[in-house]
């Protein structure tokens, strides 16, 4: 019971995560990366003691996981010939959080089970996310959110730059499009993702991001 228990908080919190650290400018500064980074590793201690062993880790995983390892190893040892020490080293320390986050979700997520709630649980937190800085426009009397002056009027928070917040809406556009268009899943989980497609929808629209409305319209085909 305890190791379920801990596994089922392990899973929430990992799938929390990016919609957490979002409302930190997305974990782009070190102090937010190094933080994700450790709950990363933490995830990653707790699935080793809770799942049964030897856990299930094919060959994409160890590949994508050592090009990762060998990236971060590199990134670090930059440090000797890099002109700014402390770029090679939080660029390492954010590829070590990506490591971290990877080898947890192979360890959480590989059920079948657990598989099917990943698109729907990043879907809701990418409309939190997109409805958090919409929130700003619907309701600017009552909320009043950081504008930059680059941004000209472009959705950017509260990541705070309108090409990863297009980008983010798109993602979430089509996981919804992808959950409300599947017969196996529940008709109140299908209408709920149906529900959020506008806001997600609205969100990549003004955001004014090219390179997300490509993004999105390639996703939606391969959905399709």
């Given at each position: 019971m305890?190791?379920?228990?801990?596994?089922?908080?392990?899973r929430?919190?990992?799938?929390?995560?990016?919609?957490a650290?979002?409302?930190?400018?997305?974990?782009?500064?070190?102090e937010?990366?190094?933080?994700?980074?450790?709950?990363?590793?933490v995830?990653?201690?707790v699935?080793?003691?809770?799942?049964?062993w030897?856990p299930?880790l094919?060959?994409?995983?160890?590949?994508?996981?050592?090009?990762l390892?060998?990236l971060a190893?590199?990134s670090?040892?930059?440090m000797?010939?890099?002109?700014?020490?402390?770029?090679?080293?939080?660029a390492?320390?954010?590829?070590?959080?990506?490591l971290g986050?990877?080898?947890?979700?192979?360890?959480?997520l590989?059920?079948?089970?657990?598989?099917?709630?990943?698109?729907?649980?990043?879907a809701?937190?990418?409309?939190?996310?997109?409805g958090?800085?919409?929130?700003g426009?619907?309701?600017p009397g009552?909320l009043?959110?950081?504008?930059?002056?680059?941004?000209?009027?472009?959705?950017?928070?509260p990541?705070t730059y309108w090409?990863?917040?297009g980008?983010?809406?798109?993602?979430?556009?089509?996981?919804?499009?992808g959950v409300?268009?599947?017969?196996?899943?529940p008709?109140?989980?299908?209408v709920?993702?149906?529900?959020?497609?506008?806001?997600l929808?609205?969100?990549?629209y003004?955001?004014?991001?090219?390179?997300a409305?490509f993004a999105?319209a390639?996703?939606?085909?391969?959905?399709?």
């Open positions: 305890i190791r379920a228990g801990a596994l089922t908080v392990a929430l919190v990992l799938l929390a995560g990016p919609t650290i979002a409302f930190f400018a997305g974990g782009y500064f070190p937010a990366q190094a933080w994700a980074g450790l709950v990363a590793w995830l990653v201690a699935a080793l003691v809770a799942i049964p030897p299930r094919g060959r994409p995983f160890w590949l994508a996981a050592g090009a390892l060998l190893a590199w670090l040892l930059s000797g010939w890099a002109p700014i020490r402390g770029g090679a080293y939080h390492g320390q954010l590829v070590l959080a990506y986050a990877l080898v947890a979700a192979a360890l959480l590989g059920g079948s089970g657990i598989r099917r709630w990943v698109e729907p649980a990043l809701a937190g990418a409309a939190i996310v997109i958090y800085g919409m929130a426009r619907l309701l009552a009043h959110y950081a504008r930059s002056l680059s941004a000209l009027g472009r959705l950017e928070q990541l090409n990863a917040m980008e983010l809406a798109a993602l979430g556009f089509v996981l919804a499009a409300a268009g599947d017969r196996s899943r008709a109140w989980l299908r709920a993702a149906a529900a959020v497609a506008p806001l929808g609205m969100g990549l003004v955001s004014f991001s090219r390179g409305l999105c390639a996703g939606l085909i391969v959905v399709i």
